[in-house]
């Protein structure tokens, strides 16, 4: 069993950074794969980026590709998704997932949920 948390999101105006961290406690992040999704109001949840247990294969949505970064350190059983340049449509919750060894950009492959973390991006 794992628990997952994710934290950092908030407020910020378009144009900045934020850095989303994803804590767990339990069974030790490096025997997953992990994700990062996000959903807005009224939207289905969307795969935002997906990094292997080993921490080489990475996969990005198109919308995010070159602006965001996935990463990992294991050592601190901790996630990451570094967000540059950030646009109002990126306003969203985002969730951290953790499954497949080698990532998945389908929610439904993920076994573990945190409770997500609000991002607004101001015009």
């Known amino acids: 069993q794992v628990q997952v948390v994710e934290s950092g999101g908030g407020l910020v105006q378009a144009g900045g950074s934020l850095r989303l961290s994803c804590a767990a406690s339990g069974r030790t992040l490096s025997s997953y794969g992990m994700g990062w999704f996000r959903q807005a109001p009224g939207k289905e949840r969307e795969f935002v980026a997906t990094?292997?247990?080993?921490?080489?294969?990475?996969r990005y949505a198109d919308s995010v590709k070159g602006r965001f970064t996935i990463s990992r350190d294991n050592a601190k059983n901790t996630v990451y998704l570094q967000m540059n340049s950030l646009k109002p449509e990126d306003t969203a919750v985002y969730y951290c997932a953790a499954g497949p060894v080698y990532g998945s950009t389908n929610y439904r492959q993920y076994e573990y949920w945190g409770q997500g973390t609000q991002v607004t991006v101001s015009s």
């Open positions: 990094l292997s247990r080993n921490g080489v294969t990475t």
